[in-house]
């Protein structure tokens, strides 16, 4: 009942305008700079208070409702990021969540070409997450639509890398941009020395593949200063900043950029900054 009600909502709420999209900053370990954002949906329901995705994305798949949400949260996450572009927050790109069922039976190119035409938002710009599971669901037809995409000059993530049911030798034949290593791997990566080997050996494949490695869920210095050790190129977690709304992001953005320029012209306030910035900055200088 609980679940069938739930699925009655998910609809009256996109009518009704209760979801919202968040973003989440990614950020350049190497130079400090801003790349773009991860969107991540939530859902404030009228009676029931925020709803997690955990709990209402596996219904919409279910229910397919996730091909209509998934498509208005594409145009949301386009519209929202060429806003920031033209108002001089730098070249952002953003990466949006897709589910299998958005791949198999929801047309998806057209649906991204439709929400790029309609938001005028640059395909280049755009980057789509999936998870290895759902690369896996039905492989090839999966490879077809990646190719399509990626000739389109949509770029492409695997999300949760190391976590799924996967076959490292569908990396040779996949249009993959970029690897996500799941948070699991970083939580404990300055104590457990398996995560560590974990980590390292998704930064070689990324390297021996050309794609770009993103560190998810990095919460404090000590993982982030690792991951630069590393190598790696991206971060994002709640050491940097958790998913922000649209107002929160822009807010945040200046910060950042602000303490960016500040301390490159010498301003020595750094106590006031947030740390990250400092620390990305400080071993930029000295390195
Ligand atoms: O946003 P966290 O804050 O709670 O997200 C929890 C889970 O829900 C993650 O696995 C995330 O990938 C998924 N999720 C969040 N937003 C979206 C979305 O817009 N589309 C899809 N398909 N999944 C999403
Ligand atoms: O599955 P996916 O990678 O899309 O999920 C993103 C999820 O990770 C969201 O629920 C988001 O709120 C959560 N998240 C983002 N940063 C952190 C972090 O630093 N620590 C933890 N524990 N979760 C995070
Ligand atoms: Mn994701």
Redesign the pocket.
């Known amino acids: 009942t609980e679940r069938m009600t739930l699925e009655e909502d998910l609809k009256s709420g996109l009518l009704e305008n209760q979801f919202e999209v968040y973003y989440?900053p990614k950020v350049n370990m190497q130079t400090g700079e801003v790349i773009g954002s991860?969107a991540?949906v939530r859902w404030h329901h009228p009676t029931l208070g925020n709803i997690r995705?955990?709990i209402f994305i596996p219904v919409a798949e279910e229910s397919g409702i996730i091909i209509q949400l998934g498509e208005w949260i594409l145009r949301t996450a386009c519209r929202d990021t060429l806003k920031l572009q033209q108002m001089g927050m730098g070249d952002l790109q953003v990466a949006v969540?897709i589910s299998a069922v958005q791949f198999t039976g929801g047309d998806l190119l057209p649906t991204v070409k439709r929400a790029l035409e309609e938001t005028e938002f640059s395909a280049t710009s755009l980057e789509l997450?999936i998870?290895e599971s759902a690369v896996m669901h039905d492989p090839e037809a999966v490879i077809r639509s990646l190719h399509e995409l990626s000739q389109f000059g949509i770029k492409l993530a695997i999300?949760?890398f190391g976590t799924g049911y996967s076959s490292l030798a569908y990396l040779k034949r996949f249009p993959v941009d970029t690897l996500?290593i799941?948070?699991a791997f970083i939580k404990d990566i300055s104590r457990d020395s398996d995560d560590v080997v974990i980590v390292e050996a998704v930064l070689g494949l990324g390297k021996h593949f050309g794609l770009k490695v993103v560190a998810?869920?990095?919460?404090d210095n000590d993982q982030l200063e690792f991951l630069k050790r590393q190598g790696c190129d991206i971060a994002?977690?709640?050491?940097l900043s958790?998913?922000l709304a649209f107002d929160q992001y822009l807010a945040w953005l200046e910060d950042w950029n602000r303490e960016r320029d500040e301390i490159d012209s010498g301003v020595d306030a750094a106590s006031e900054y947030n740390s990250a910035v400092v620390q990305l900055h400080k071993n930029g200088r000295n390195a």
């Open positions: 989440q991860e991540l995705p955990d969540n997450e998870t999300d949760d996500k799941d948070r998810e869920g990095v919460e994002q977690g709640y050491h958790p998913p």
